[in-house]
């Protein structure tokens, strides 16, 4: 008998002890949190080892992380009577859900601290927001080991050099409850996007994403249109996550994807929080989320809405010209307008999208449905020789060995 | 049959950056081999000691333990049954724990 499996109590528990942790011993102490909890996950291995595993793992990591933030405190500043705070971690909550509820929204805020740099925000997110190891992490953003450490580090001395960190009015949890959705994208795009990392670990990494999407479209302190808009754009993408690649992995476009396997519960999930997100600002969330639905509405790939979704694309590079939307845009175009139409808007926002694999991957696409099969060859060629991520490289190797002639 | 125990010395810092995928794995391969060493007769008890809060005496004065400081603690402990130490050794040498850390085999001096 192993016991209750460590690895899913890890995923279910980490970012939860960290932050009630956190909330006990203040947010300057997010590293002693941290740290602790770690340990007790390292003790836990070795108890589960060596003897019978305890009855209910979560209370036992608890005390043993509570136990070891204590003593690393006691021995930080030995004066002060940590005796009194051994007996018993501050007791039992009288509304333990709210009180997760609360500590973990507040540690999300906290790792969104706007003194940290994006990709510092996204990192800490990842690492004490939702629990992922160091080595993970390394391989969902692409980075090695140590500079994901370093990055963590700096992070972390930044926030504890800070004593405003959540002394906010209002306003201001609003306000950094919108940057946490940008935090919270950004996650799920790592996990959504042609990663290397394997599909397990990118699943998981999107079902956090849409689960802090979650945690803060439904707190008090940070609900807002944004948030449960994000919450449907997560929802929707994710419902669609293990179709895009095929069984050699190989990326498998909105064309030629099972719609029958789609996740039905994660769709009504989009459909019901795309719903009720009106009545405030109008973000990059609504909008994506729109295209998403369209998606998500259409039975058959021909039975796509092609004029709804250029229109909701002209109104997102109106706001957010960003290459991926631009050439989003350029696509879909093509699929409404005919593939002549879609080659001309490519090459018209070149520039602005940049010569990127998928960016020539789009252009063959497109001159192959013209019959230039060797202008295609040519541009396939090119993508490939840019070295894209293996998921997109196999299924362009496919499509130029398919080519006539 | 004499009595033996494997003193279980390991690094403090082990596991600090284990992915909870290698964590359950890890647990998985302990777990099967004291099963098997425990259906043998050959293990006949297991305590992992607690990390933190251990004290040091000496003479009078008493002192924090070794966990935070030193570099290897003995972390935890295994009761062995063998015929004598070459079976206690072959048992020990089977542990999982070899990958993690050293073992310290000693012998239970038996009273008569």
Redesign the interface.
């Known amino acids: 008998m192993t016991g209750p499996d460590l690895e899913l109590i890890s995923r279910r528990e980490f970012s939860r002890l960290v932050s009630l942790l956190t909330r006990r011993l203040g947010d300057h102490n997010l590293e002693v949190a941290e740290d602790a909890v770690q340990e007790a996950f390292g003790a836990a291995v070795r108890l589960w080892g060596t003897q019978t595993p305890p009855r209910d793992p979560g209370a036992w990591l608890y005390q043993a992380a509570w136990r070891r933030a204590i003593d690393q405190l006691r021995r930080a500043s030995p004066n002060i009577a940590w005796d009194d705070w051994t007996a018993d971690p501050a007791g039992p909550s009288p509304d333990p859900l709210a009180e997760t509820a609360d500590a973990e929204l507040q540690l999300i805020l906290l790792c969104c601290h706007p003194s940290l740099s994006p990709d510092s925000q996204v990192a800490l997110t990842l690492r004490v927001a939702a629990g992922f190891s160091i080595p993970e992490i390394a391989r969902l953003l692409g980075a090695a080991d140590d500079a994901v450490d370093q990055r963590l580090l700096r992070a972390r001395r930044r926030l504890r050099a800070r004593t405003d960190l959540l002394d906010y009015p209002d306003t201001d949890l609003r306000r950094r409850g919108l940057v946490a959705l940008d935090v919270i994208y950004a996650m799920f795009s790592e996990g959504y996007a042609f990663a290397t990392a394997p599909l397990g670990l990118r699943r998981e990494l999107c079902a956090e994403a849409l689960r802090l999407a979650l945690a803060l479209s439904n707190h008090p302190d940070t609900r807002s249109g944004e948030a449960r808009a994000l919450v449907a754009l997560c929802a929707f993408q994710a419902s669609r996550l293990d179709r895009r690649f095929d069984d050699h992995g190989g990326f498998q476009s909105l064309r030629h994807q099972d719609r029958s396997q789609w996740d039905a519960s994660l769709i009504a999930l989009g459909f019901r929080s795309l719903g009720g997100s009106t009545g405030g600002t109008l973000s990059r969330f609504h909008l994506e989320a729109e295209i998403a639905a369209c998606h998500a509405a259409a039975g058959r790939y021909e039975d796509t809405d092609w004029h709804r979704i250029v229109e909701l694309y002209d109104l997102l590079v109106g706001r957010w010209a960003r290459p991926t939307l631009l050439l989003s845009r350029a696509v879909a175009l093509g699929e409404r307008d005919g593939p002549a139409a879609g080659l001309a808007a490519l090459v018209a926002a070149a520039d602005a999208i940049g010569r990127t694999p998928l960016f020539f991957a789009a252009v063959a696409d497109a001159m192959e449905r013209l019959g230039d099969h060797d202008g295609a060859r040519d541009r396939y060629e090119e993508a490939l020789a840019l070295a894209p991520a293996p998921a997109i490289a196999r299924i362009l190797e496919a499509r130029l060995a398919a080519l006539p002639g | 049959m004499s009595q033996f125990v494997m003193l279980?010395w390991?690094s403090p810092a082990?596991?600090?950056?284990?992915?909870?995928?290698e964590?359950?794995s890890?647990?998985?391969e302990?777990?099967a081999w004291?099963?098997r060493m425990g259906a043998a007769g050959k293990i006949i008890g297991?305590?992992?000691l607690r990390?933190?809060?251990g004290k040091h005496l000496v003479g009078s004065t008493v002192s924090?333990g070794p966990y935070?400081e030193a570099t290897e603690v003995i972390?935890?402990?295994?009761q062995v049954s063998a015929a004598g130490y070459d079976e206690a050794v072959e048992i020990a040498r089977s542990c999982?724990?070899l990958r993690f850390g050293r073992i310290e085999l000693r012998e239970i001096e038996p009273t008569d």
């Open positions: 279980l390991e082990s596991f600090a950056t284990t992915s909870p995928a964590m359950q890890i647990i998985t302990y777990v004291r099963e297991g305590h992992k990390d933190e809060g924090e935070t972390g935890g402990l295994f999982p724990h």
